[in-house]
């Protein structure tokens, strides 16, 4: 980490190995936060039990603690499960959250009514309402000051991804609700904090939902933020690197910008110190693997009393770890399921787009609802005819998220099939493998349009989600509709083997 000491508005930099440090600091602050958790209610039972730890230990210290969510708790239209996860944030004292798209997945209407109990402060400040909004529209401020027992003046602001029309499946869920585009949030947001700065706080933290990419840009053109949670790009920022997540306002003050992936999988204990012009002069930045910490017992009751004990279906041995970038890895479990599919639909290949999978599973005794945490979008299977052609077409626009800045789309998952990118994002290899395991090259370079498959994959890709527009397939020509997601065929699959199992990748995609 940078040691860095403030002896005027652009500080000097030393390099030491205890974090960014002035002693003269007088207020410590401790921030225990997480973003995109994405309905993943297992990872909440854990996140419940650091939290608790977390704030045992600011106790201690003196420091005043805060616990923030930078959005998209809830995803998908499950109302069980986002009831449950609302009973988290409640149950866990989040101070303030900002709302992602996800938050919408279930129409702002119903989000506002999950929310309505909860003591959370919701923060919008580039979200516009609709007269016949009213419930959301009390519930959510544009910002907000805090005290904590010290005292202290903290100002908080959130905003919503200037993007949330294109990350809706229908637009009309938002029931008439706009987000400012990037260009007039940038505006309002130095307004928002030049009235909490003439209103005598000088420590102010942005919960953002934009994107670490539009993050750093705030971070450089707004004066006076000292702290920007991030979210929505589901980056992984460990510790404090100066010029990466450690930025410099238009004044030459120090900005952190935080993220901790996505899923749950990671959370962030920001540890801070401030002088009394409220200019940041110590910051220490852990990010904890969730695992780390067992879940809760009394919130894992409070879930089970809302969805039900969920049904044990196996016992997980082994399993490779998930990639911290599991939109441009082989994923394990991703191998896992769509091999489950491929032998319960009986297909010759499976397609799985990499963002479809939210989480893993951890090991020991597994059961229907962990396995369903991993898709919470509930996207239908279809089986279709795929031509050669639109096979290799798809497999080469998702190669090249590994040179996209945002690694989007991400890489296609497969089973029954094995192929070698390099790492400018190009196909070089593709194989298509039979039921009796015999290997069959696909020329890449001349793909034959009248070679058919049986495919099988979702409805989002069927309807060309994510820019697909080879894979999408009218109703006339879907082969067959299913009424069931991935979790099914996976459920039914570990029903069926050996316990306890294992998952392993077996590198069936290459980089090279």
């Not at 974090?19 to 039972?45: A, C, E, R, W």
């Not at 204990?269 to 012009?277: A, I, R, T, V, Y």
């Not at 999978?357 to 795929?386: A, H, W």
């Not at 820019?467 to 991935?486: A, Q, R, T, V, W």
């Amino acid at each position: 980490m940078n040691v860095v000491s403030m002896h005027s508005a652009q500080p000097t930099k030393t390099v030491n190995s205890g974090g960014f440090k002035n002693p003269k600091s007088s207020v410590k602050t401790s921030i225990f936060y997480f973003n995109d958790l994405h309905g993943q209610i297992p990872k909440m039972q854990r996140l419940y039990s650091a939290g608790e730890q977390a704030e045992y230990i600011a106790k201690q210290t003196g420091a005043d603690f805060f616990k923030f969510s930078s959005g998209d708790t809830f995803i998908g239209s499950d109302e069980k499960r986002n009831k449950a996860a609302a009973s988290f944030l409640k149950m866990s004292e989040v101070d303030a959250q900002t709302l992602g798209n996800h938050e919408f997945d279930i129409t702002a209407s119903i989000c506002a009514d999950l929310l309505k109990d909860t003591k959370t402060k919701i923060l919008g400040m580039n979200m516009n309402f609709p007269d016949n909004i009213s419930e959301m529209s009390k519930k959510v401020m544009r910002s907000t000051i805090v005290s904590d027992k010290s005292g202290q003046q903290y100002g908080l602001i959130g905003v919503q991804p200037s993007d949330m029309q294109k990350r809706l499946k229908k637009p009309e869920i938002l029931e008439g609700i706009t987000i400012d585009d990037k260009e007039q949030t940038l505006v309002e947001l130095q307004q928002e904090v030049d009235k909490l700065r003439q209103q005598g706080v000088n420590k102010v933290i942005l919960l953002s939902h934009e994107g670490n990419e539009t993050e750093r840009e705030i971070a450089q053109k707004i004066s006076g933020i000292d702290i920007i949670l991030g979210g929505h790009s589901h980056d992984l920022i460990e510790g404090v690197k100066d010029g990466e997540n450690l930025l410099y306002s238009p004044t030459g003050e120090p900005v952190l910008i935080t993220q901790a992936g996505r899923d749950g999988n990671y959370f962030g204990l920001l540890n801070l110190e401030f002088n009394d012009l409220g200019q940041i002069t110590y910051i220490q930045n852990n990010v904890t693997d969730t695992n780390h910490f067992a879940p809760n017992l009394v919130m894992s009751k409070t879930i089970d009393s809302i969805m039900g004990e969920s049904p044990k279906i196996g016992t997980l041995g082994y399993a490779d770890p998930i990639p911290k970038n599991n939109l441009v890895e082989e994923n394990p479990w991703a191998d896992f399921v769509a091999d489950a599919v491929k032998k319960d639909l009986d297909a010759d290949i499976v397609l799985i787009n990499s963002a479809n999978f939210r989480g893993s599973v951890d090991t020991g005794t597994v059961t229907e609802r962990d396995i369903s945490s991993i898709f919470p979008f509930n996207n239908k299977l279809r089986r279709v005819s795929l031509s050669e052609k639109d096979l290799v077409d798809a497999i080469n626009m998702c190669a090249k998220s590994l040179v996209a800045h945002n690694s989007k789309p991400g890489i296609m998952q497969v089973s029954g099939l094995n192929y070698t990118m390099n790492r400018n994002g190009e196909l070089v290899e593709l194989n298509f493998i039979d039921k009796q395991g015999q290997v069959h090259p696909i020329n890449v370079n001349n793909p034959d349009p009248n070679k058919k498959y049986n495919a099988v994959y979702d409805e989002f890709l069927v309807g060309g989600g994510d820019g697909l527009d080879m894979l999408k397939k009218e109703p006339s020509e879907i082969l067959e509709n299913y009424h069931f997601d991935k979790d099914k065929c996976t459920i039914d699959y570990i029903k069926s083997i050996s316990q306890p199992f294992e998952v392993r990748k077996d590198n069936r995609i290459c980089i090279i």
